[in-house]
C-alpha cells in the first residue's frame, strides 16, 4: 500500500486505487502524514482545518473526521493501527507503507547528486522516474493551515527543482533539438522562471537558431520587467552576452567534457 499525495490525495496498491474524502477527512490525513510518528494535537488540527474560525464544537467535529478517516484506511486495507489516539492527539504509523513524496524527494536528491557527478544517463533515469509520479497538483489542490500550504509549497518546488534539472541533464547530453518544443511550452506557463528561459535560449542557439535564442532574452526581459519589476539575472545575462560573441562553450555537451551553462547546482 502506498499513500499518494502527488496529485488527489489517494491510497494505493497493485490492484485498487481508493480516493480519500470529503476534504475536511483529507487535511486531517494530510496533516497526519506530513506528521507521521510524531503527535499532532487537537489543537494543530483544529488550526489547520478551520483556521481562527472553528466552530463551537471543533473537537467533536474533528473526532467525526478521525473516525471517518479509520474506516477509509480500513476498507483500503490498512490495519487498525495506523492512526492511533493519545490523550492530547493523534500519531498516524506508516509502518512499511510508503508515501510517493518521499519517494520523490529521493529520486530528486539522487537524480541531483548524479547530475553533479556529470553521470547524465543515471540522472536522467532517476529525475523522469520523480516526475512520473506526478498526477496533478500536490494533494489535488487541498489548501488547509500552514502546515499543509508549506508542504505543498515544498513539493512544487521540488517538481521544479527536479524539471530544471533534468532538462539540464538533457542538454548535457545534445539533446538540444528535442528540447526546443517542450521548452516554448514550459517557458509559457512558467513565464518569470528564468532557468526556463536561460534553457531554452541554449536549446535555440545550439540548434543553429541564435535569432530565435535572443527573442527569448527579450521576451524574458519584458516579462520580468511587466509581471515583478525586475531586470534578468545574472546567468540570464550571461546566456545573452554568450550568445553575441559566438562562445563556443555555449555550445559544450557532456560528450566534450560538460559545461557551465548546463550544469545544475
Known sequence: MRYE???PLRLADR????VVGPPRVQAVLAV??????????RDQLIAEIWADDPPRRATAALQVYVSQLRKILAAAGFPASTV???QAGYVLHKGAHECDADLVLRLTANGRALSRHRRYPEAIRALEGALALWHGPVLGGLRAGHL????VTRLEETRMACLETLIDCRLASGLHRELVGPLH???AEHPTRETFHRQLMIALYRSDRQADAL????????TLDDQLGVRPGRMLQRVQQAILRADDELLATCHAGGSEWTESA
Open 84 to 86: 492511533v489516539t493519545h
Open 32 to 41: 497526519l502524514l506530513i506528521r507521521a510518528g510524531e503527535l499532532v494535537t
Open 5 to 7: 499525495v502527488l496529485g
Open 185 to 187: 511550452s514550459i517557458v
Open 148 to 151: 499543509v500550504d508549506g508542504f
Open 215 to 222: 527573442n527569448v532574452y527579450h521576451l524574458a526581459r519584458k
Open 15 to 18: 490492484n485498487r486505487v481508493t
